[in-house]
């Protein structure tokens, strides 16, 4: 198994997905910011980052560069190209430089109604790295797929795929997503959760090296709330959460990355 370290400073991660346009990103990121500076958070613990459509994506970067807000922010996908004639992609040159952070590759959604395929989702994964942002590699399984293989093949599978395109030493987000829990208000146990991270460090570990499955950070996806954030953070592999529905409510979404004073409760 791999080490265990505490040095992964936690991300807690909102997917916005297809919701707020450009001014009401602006309006929802200084409540959010502001919510937190009230409660004094301290975000050299946690990392907080926000994923916004591609069209909020240069009004966030004004906000958060001239207000000075310590929140990180990313896109919700990068085309695999670096240019040219692919229509209605974008480029992760583009996004680097609005400074994204990141960018989300292989949601399920994407999975799904756009049919990526584990390779495309490494090839994004490579741009992504190309262009120095930090890509954000779902992967998870469906009901079906948890029923007839158990929770953790499909998972370990898109990881050993998509990580097979990248360069070993390179800073990397993996984020463990039950396609079931998304959305359904049914989140997994951490206990499924602290397993299947577990294992998908440890392929991080056989494909990317020792060192960058230590470094990584795994969060979990899928019903993620203030009222179970604690109960997922208390996993040794587990360094984070990418939050969808309840990152659309400030206070929510403000709770959850204030688990730690929630901690025990
Ligand atoms: P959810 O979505 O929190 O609404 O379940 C998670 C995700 O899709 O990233």
Redesign the pocket.
């Known amino acids: 198994m791999a080490e265990l370290t505490t040095d992964r400073i936690p991300l807690i991660?909102g997917?916005w997905?297809m919701n707020l346009d450009h001014l009401q990103s602006i309006a929802f990121v200084q409540k959010l910011a502001w919510a937190l500076k009230d409660a004094r958070f301290d975000f050299s613990t946690v990392e907080v980052a926000v994923f916004p459509p591609f069209t909020d994506l240069r009004s966030v970067q004004s906000l958060i560069a001239g207000d000075k807000f310590e929140l990180t922010f990313g896109a919700q996908d990068v085309s695999e190209h670096d240019s040219g004639a692919y229509t209605g992609e974008v480029s992760g040159a583009f996004l680097k430089a609005l400074d994204c952070k990141f960018a989300?590759v292989g949601?399920?959604?994407r999975r799904g109604h756009h049919a990526e395929s584990s390779e495309t989702v490494g090839s994004k994964a490579a741009a992504a790295i190309r262009h120095g942002l930090v890509p954000v590699i779902?992967v998870g399984e469906t009901a079906e797929d948890l029923e007839t293989k158990g929770a953790s093949a499909v998972p370990v599978e898109q990881l050993e795929i998509a990580l097979a395109a990248l360069p070993k030493s390179v800073e990397i987000v993996v984020?463990y997503?039950p396609v079931w829990?998304?959305?359904?208000?049914q989140?997994a146990t951490p206990e499924q959760a602290e397993d299947v991270a577990g294992k998908l460090r440890e392929v991080i570990g056989r494909s990317l090296g020792a060192d960058t499955a230590k470094s990584t950070r795994v969060l979990y996806?899928?019903?993620?709330?203030s009222g179970n954030i604690a109960s997922f953070m208390r996993q040794p592999n587990v360094d984070g959460?990418?939050?969808?529905?309840?990152?659309l409510v400030v206070d929510e979404f403000a709770k959850i990355a204030r688990y730690q004073s929630h901690v025990g409760v």
Do not use: D, F, R
């Open positions: 991660a997917n997905k989300i949601h399920s959604e779902c984020a997503e829990a998304i959305g359904s208000g989140a996806g899928g019903s993620v709330k959460a990418l939050v969808g529905g309840a990152s």
